[in-house]
């Protein structure tokens, strides 16, 4: 649904301060394998995708990358509002409902966000799904060209392909042509922001990591993760301050 450089991107340009170090992560149990599947998505992106987006952004009006934003936004909605019900989150899932039907009439086919005047937007799919009702997350997984996952998120993706208006469009070539739209537009957002992770970054790869499983973790629990007790004894295990002199 995403290639790996949108999905990287919008992870790391909404999250910051992430750990930079190479030290084993036990959500990475094979890391060897992420690494190169990682490289691999990278050098796509610098070859293909990037450039392509360069070429887009030149010319496309803001406006009319605007509208297309919106266009997707609203397809997606289709999903949210079925895993806010999956969840049992009732109220949301009408407001969500009422985005697509608000936005898919008086918005123009979603290309015109009508409905956030008054109706927020939330981010649900059905990895969170699975994490809501406990599923655990498993294993970090680096997939090839769709980018960071983990084994609940992977299932999760494939399940809400079956409900999407976008994979769901036939002829193929126009559901092909709208996969591809999606991406360069999304890749096109995210050419301002990545000169600052390129800089700042020493292992782009565990930043990534760590950012993806971090913020997921938020989005299973809307922004209240629990509490990790091993946090704890990381700021224990820190030596004290000095006490200054009086």
């Known amino acids: 649904m995403k290639t790996i450089p949108l999905l990287i ?21 094979i890391e060897g394998f992420n690494r190169g599947v990682y490289r691999f998505n990278d050098t796509l992106d610098k070859a293909v995708a990037k450039p392509v987006a360069q070429g887009y952004d030149k010319i496309m009006p803001k406006t ?17 509002t079925a895993n806010d019900l999956l969840q049992l989150k009732f109220i949301q899932a009408l407001s969500d409902g009422m985005r697509v039907l608000v936005n898919s009439t008086i918005g123009v086919g979603g290309l015109v966000d009508v409905a956030s005047m008054n109706l927020e937007k939330h981010n649900e799919d059905l990895g969170q799904t699975l994490g809501y009702w406990g599923v655990k997350s498993g294993p970090y997984i680096m997939l090839p060209l769709l980018g960071p996952s ?12 079956q409900i999407s208006p976008v994979s769901n469009t036939y002829p193929v070539r126009t559901r092909n042509q709208l996969y591809v739209t999606r991406a360069v537009n999304l890749r096109t957002q995210l050419l301002s922001g990545e000169s600052v992770m390129e800089d700042a970054i020493i292992d782009r790869y565990a930043f990534i990591r760590d950012a993806y499983l971090q913020r997921r973790e938020n989005l299973v629990y809307d922004g209240n993760p ?6 704890d004894e990381r700021l224990d295990d820190e030596p004290a301050a000095p006490t200054p002199p009086k």
Do not use: K, W, Y
């Open 64 to 80: 009319g990358q605007t509208l297309v934003t919106n266009f997707f936004s609203n397809l997606d909605d289709v999903i949210v």
């Open 150 to 161: 983990s084994f609940r998120d992977s299932i999760g993706l494939l399940g809400d392909s």
């Open 9 to 29: 991107l919008v992870i790391t340009a909404s999250l910051t301060g992430c750990a930079n170090t190479r030290a084993a992560n036990p959500a990475d149990p």
């Open 226 to 231: 629990p509490h990790d007790p091993l946090e």
